[in-house]
């Protein structure tokens, strides 16, 4: 399940980046009228990506899960997958949201809004290259995944012994954070 949906969000994101993003980010701060979630773009963006990523997450997560009595080597691969896409919705709240709510306000011509044009470019010019971050980091999980489902599985005497409760308690607690995680950024929809 992760594969595909890393594939089909990596797709998604590439068409945004090069289609969307290049319309809106053209000439700043002119551009930005076409920033999709206006009256001349209905359409918001968030409504696919918010929950596609979620559920992304969450497959990730289960393949992490499914997989944690494996070999390291295996386990890796599966930690790397989960990482990127935490890492890409982390980065996605912390940079984009803010930077989204600013490029908004200076497309609505908003009082409140950056009035600098040499701002409004730099902002622009970075929302471009952080979203490039998040296309390699999203490359890296999806290849990770790829390289997970290709190794072979192991033979159950090669498997590792049962986690401690230590570690189980350690493994609910993490999987609590991640679910909170997801609860929060959906609901930010």
């Known amino acids: 399940m992760s594969v595909l949906a890393w594939g089909f969000l990596i797709g998604a994101k590439l068409f945004d980046l090069r289609v969307l993003v290049g319309a809106w ?3 700043p701060p002119e551009s930005l009228s076409m920033l999709p979630y206006g009256a001349k773009y209905p359409v918001d963006t968030g409504d696919f990506f918010i ?3 979620a559920a992304l997450l969450v497959a990730t997560l289960g393949a992490l ?12 691969l599966l930690a790397i997958s989960f990482a990127m896409i935490f890492g890409t919705l ?7 949201w803010p930077r ?10 908003s009082a409140t809004a950056i009035q600098d044009h040499d701002a409004i470019v730099r902002m622009v ?15 890296v999980g999806f290849v990770a995944s790829i390289r997970a489902i290709s190794v072979p599985y ?8 049962a986690a401690s409760l230590q570690s189980k308690v350690i493994y609910v607690v993490g ?4 679910v909170a995680f997801v609860v929060f950024f959906v609901s930010k929809a």
């Open 25 to 27: 980010s053209a000439a």
């Open 51 to 53: 929950p596609s990523s």
């Open 65 to 76: 899960i499914a997989g944690w009595r494996t070999p390291l080597n295996y386990r890796v």
């Open 90 to 96: 982390i980065l996605t709240v912390t940079e984009f």
């Open 100 to 109: 989204n709510a600013a490029l908004w306000a200076v497309a609505q011509g």
């Open 125 to 139: 010019r970075a929302w471009v290259t952080l979203d490039w971050v998040r296309i390699v980091m999203g490359t």
């Open 154 to 161: 192991p033979e159950p005497a090669e498997l590792p012994a």
């Open 175 to 178: 999987i609590a954070t991640i």
